[in-house]
């Protein structure tokens, strides 16, 4: 079993950064690739990026590109999705996830808000 507990959202304004926080806890969370995802009010949800296990391999959605980077930390079972230059349309509930199978994401974070104002 894994939990995963967001932090770092907040209220900015369009131009400015965030570093959202994703904990992780439980035996083998280190070994699983995790991922950032996103709602908007009223949309789907949202793949951002991804990282794999060893850190490698990140891969971003075509908005965020050049703007987020994902990056995580083995020894504090922690991944990190740095936001810059963001836009109104970066508002959401950004969420992290585990990947416990290719394309399969099992656990889930409550998720932590994030509002750009223009």
């Known amino acids: 079993q894994v939990q995963l507990v967001e932090s770092g959202g907040g209220l900015v304004q369009a131009g400015d950064s965030l570093r959202l926080s994703c904990a992780a806890s439980?035996?083998?969370?280190?070994?699983?690739?995790m991922a950032w995802f996103r709602q908007a009010p009223g949309k789907e949800r949202e793949f951002v990026a991804s990282?794999?296990?060893?850190?490698?391999?990140?891969y971003y959605t075509d908005s965020v590109k050049g703007r987020f980077t994902i990056s995580r930390d083995n020894a504090k079972n922690t991944a990190y999705l740095q936001m810059n230059s963001l836009k109104p349309e970066d508002t959401a509930v950004y969420y992290c996830?585990?990947?416990?199978?290719?394309?399969?994401?099992?656990?889930w974070g409550q998720g932590t808000q994030v509002t750009v104002s223009s």
């Open positions: 996830a585990a990947e416990t199978a290719l394309g399969q994401y099992d656990y």
């Open positions: 990282i794999t296990y060893s850190g490698g391999s990140p």
């Open positions: 439980g035996r083998t969370a280190s070994t699983y690739a």
